[in-house]
């Protein structure tokens, strides 16, 4: 079962988005109101992605990023960063940063599941992800 | 099947499905409507004080942070409509001239008005 790690302080943000992903693909979500928190929980539960606001009080998302990559523990876990739409600067802002894809509030719950298989390369609705197993060497 | 019965109407299953999450959704809804109705107040006031010209960088960055909140969250739930109010909100606070200021006033009372049948 895919988990993932949504971490916004907007109390609503988090409960939608967990619905959505509970509801819409089966998922299992983990949930944290700050970057600082949401570290915490992803080097302890290794979420296979996390979803993250943008704009947080006190340490907002790219930083909180940032400090994710100086963490060889969790820096391998694909973020998506998710914000009101955004121009020119946000854009440029958020190009060179890195995070697997920037998605945009309002998202809609019923295909943001949709939204972060796509950008993931996960299969649609993927209970469980079993690895394909390598041919046998000759 | 005995003939002359009504055929019984159901859902397809994906409409089910979409039935589902709108209940939940709607349940989501009414708890959060405490907080929603707290942040139409405090833009209200903010909104009043631009009018006014009492606006100061505080209740600006206020009202900005909550008009962001708001862009955000209401389309979650439908409200497409008053989101791109609270956006056109933000973006008068985050950037307020002598004519944006204003229009505040009357995009919190709209903003209101959309949202009113669902407070």
Redesign the interface.
């Known amino acids: 079962m895919r988990r993932i790690l949504i971490i916004d302080d ?4 988090r ?2 988005a967990a ?2 992903l509970e ?2 693909a089966g998922w299992e979500i983990l949930t944290a109101n700050s970057g600082a928190k949401g570290i915490d929980i992803a080097v302890a539960e290794q979420p296979d992605a996390i979803l993250m606001d943008v ?1 947080m009080p006190e340490v907002d998302g790219p930083t909180t990023f940032r400090n994710m990559q100086q963490n060889p523990a969790i820096s391998s876990i694909p973020v998506l960063l998710l ?3 955004v121009q020119g600067v946000d854009q440029r802002r958020f190009a060179g940063l890195g995070v697997a894809a920037v998605l945009f ?6 295909t943001l599941a949709d939204q972060i298989s796509e950008v993931l390369g996960w299969s649609k609705n993927s209970h469980s992800e079993q690895p394909v197993p390598s041919e046998p060497a000759v | 099947m005995p003939e002359n019965q009504p055929r019984k109407q159901t859902n397809s299953p994906s409409e089910d499905f979409s039935e589902g999450i709108d209940d939940l959704l709607a349940d989501l809804w009414q708890r959060h409507l405490p907080t929603l109705r707290e942040r139409l107040d405090l833009l209200a006031r903010t909104a009043a004080e631009a009018t006014t010209g009492t606006l100061n960088e505080i209740t600006r960055a206020e009202g900005q942070s909550i008009a962001h909140k708001l862009s955000g969250n209401l389309g979650m739930f439908g409200h497409h409509k008053a989101g791109d109010l609270a956006s056109q909100i933000e973006h008068i606070f985050k950037a307020p001239t002598p004519e944006t200021l204003p229009l505040l006033a009357g995009l919190t009372r709209n903003l209101r008005e959309t949202l009113a049948a669902n407070l």
């Open positions: 907007e109390d609503d943000i409960e939608v619905l959505s509801a819409t704009m914000t009101a739409k509030k309002p998202f809609d719950p019923l």
